[in-house]
Structures are given as C-alpha cells and as structure tokens.
C-alpha cells in the first residue's frame, strides 16, 4: 500500500516517444498560470527595487531616480548613520528594543489567555471570546484621543509609564494587540488533543506546567507567526507613537524617517530611501528565521 500511495503521489515522467501535449492546450491547461505568477512577482519586486535604486542615488530625488541603478553610491546611507549626531541609530535602537518587547510580550499573553478560553470552562467565556472579537472591529486610530487623555492621567500617578515613555508606548500597544491574537490562538490549541494535558495531569502536572513545558512546544508554529506579525506592525507603526513619543531621543523609526520628508523644502528622499532600506533588514531577517514555522502556523488553527 505504501509504495502504491508512493507511485500515485508522485507525478508520470514523460516516456521518451510518447506524444507530448500540445503547447496551446498545455497552456490553457497550466501555462497562464506561470504567467500570472511571473507578473505577480514583477509587482511586489518593482517598488522595492525603485526604493533601493533611489537610496544608491546620490542626487536625492525621485525624479532623479526613474531610471534604476543609473548611478551608485553609498552617501545616502553615510548621511542617513551620521546625521544629527547619528541620530537614526537611537531611532533604530528605540524601535527595536520597543518591538521585540512588544512582541514577546504579545505572544506570551495571548498564548495564556487562548490557552485559558480553550481548556478551561467557566462563566463568560463564550461572551468574553465574542467580545475579544468585537473590541478588533475598532482599530486602536479612533481611540487615539482617548488614549493620550488616559497616559496623561497616568503620568500624573505613575510617571515611569506615562506620556513620552517607551514603556507607556509598549502597555498600549499591547492592549490593542490581544483580540484577534487570541482568537487565532484559540483555534490552534483546539487541535491538539485535551488527553495529552489530562495524561499530564494525572502524573502531577498544574497547568502552569502543562502550559510551559507541554503545550507551548506544541504551538510553536503559531507562536511563530504571532510573533512575526505582531513585530512588522510594532516596528512600522506611526499614528499612536507619534502622538505618545513626545522627544526625539525617544521616537522610533517610523516618525524619525517622516520627518526627513515632511519639510516643505527639505524632502530627502534619498536618504529616506536609505534609512527605508536598512529599517526592512530585521523584518527580513526574522522572516528567514521563521518561515518555516508560518504557512503551518496559519492554516492549523482553522482545521480542528
């Protein structure tokens, strides 16, 4: 059985003399597929080389930049590491150190509370579940005058984690970070079957031993893409950290680069171009790290 399974799962070679398929067929068979593929990756890859091309661009412009890779030059990236006393290297440091936290910070919270909704049974939990997910539908922009009433409210009681703190920043982004986390995490911890933390139980186990030694490795994909999503919304974010981060020393990436482009006459889009390049390298790096992790990490927790 198994080696007919095998057989079956594996493709027919094409048999030297054997009459191939017709180009025309083949491609209204399969062929228009390559094709779209091929045009979908030209797509993604064309903003990101226009961006590259205009950070190798000494002249700093966008008009200057139309042709790709006309010229070469490192000087952007020299100017964007020194400027204001290098400056953008705080803001990298900042928005890494806020990130990071965040987002270790967001996994392991959303994986306790999922793990709370999924194995335990108490009163509210279907009502707390739907309400996780209706908090979602308003993103955290149309609470933003609310929350900076709020974190000047608690720097008058709590400084260290008030208005123009990191740590202020991190306990709001993590308070809009839960809901559908949560949800997400819910669904992949119903498929790991209840007799592995009940076998663990029976031998002693709490469920604080259950949770860090058994389930956690089991949810590893998850965790996973959790952490990488939770991470690429930290670091790219503006509308709340502008508004909270009131000191330049303390602004993150994302309202430092702004502002090489904001001034009516001081738009320096080749060293934005510059900084954008060098601000994508975590992202991609952490990507590689857990790719491997993220297509399972999507799809388990939707098959229970």
Not at 188 to 208: L, Q, R, S, V
Request: charged residues 10%; aromatic residues 12%; glycine residues 10%.
């Amino acid at each position: 059985m198994a080696g007919i399974s095998e057989f079956a799962a594996k493709p027919p070679k094409h048999v030297p003399g054997q009459k191939r398929q017709p180009f025309g067929r083949w491609f209204v068979d399969k062929g228009w597929r390559h094709l779209v593929g091929i045009a979908a990756i030209i797509f993604a890859l064309l903003p990101l080389a226009y961006v590259l091309s205009a950070s190798l661009n000494p002249i700093g412009t966008l008009t200057g930049s139309n042709q790709l890779f006309r010229q070469f030059s490192l000087d952007n990236y020299t100017e964007i590491l020194t400027r204001d006393g290098g400056i953008y290297v705080t803001w990298y440091w900042n928005a890494l150190v806020i990130s990071v936290v965040s987002s270790l910070a967001t996994v392991l919270l959303c994986a306790m509370g999922a793990y709370a909704f999924s194995r335990m049974r108490f009163k509210g939990r279907r009502t707390g579940l739907l309400g996780l997910l209706i908090l979602q539908m308003f993103p955290q922009l149309l609470m933003i005058v609310a929350i900076f009433l709020t974190m000047i409210w608690i720097t008058d009681v709590f400084p260290a984690v008030g208005l123009g703190t990191h740590a202020g920043l991190i306990m709001v982004y993590l308070g809009g970070a839960l809901g559908v986390n949560i949800f997400l995490m819910y669904g992949f911890f119903n498929t790991i079957p209840t007799a592995i933390d009940e076998a663990a139980k029976i031998d002693g186990a709490g469920h604080a031993r259950v949770f860090f030694t058994i389930m956690l490795p089991l949810v590893t994909p998850i965790l996973a893409v959790i952490g990488l999503l939770s991470f690429i919304g930290f670091i790219g974010e503006f509308a709340i950290a502008s508004v909270l981060l009131t000191d330049p020393r303390d602004q993150t990436l994302a309202i430092g680069l702004y502002q090489l482009i904001s001034g009516f006459q001081s738009q320096n889009w080749g060293i934005f171009a510059a900084g954008a390049v060098l601000a994508a390298l975590p992202v991609m790096i952490l990507f590689l790290l857990l790719q491997r992790y993220i297509a399972g990490g999507l799809i388990a927790g939707s098959v229970k």
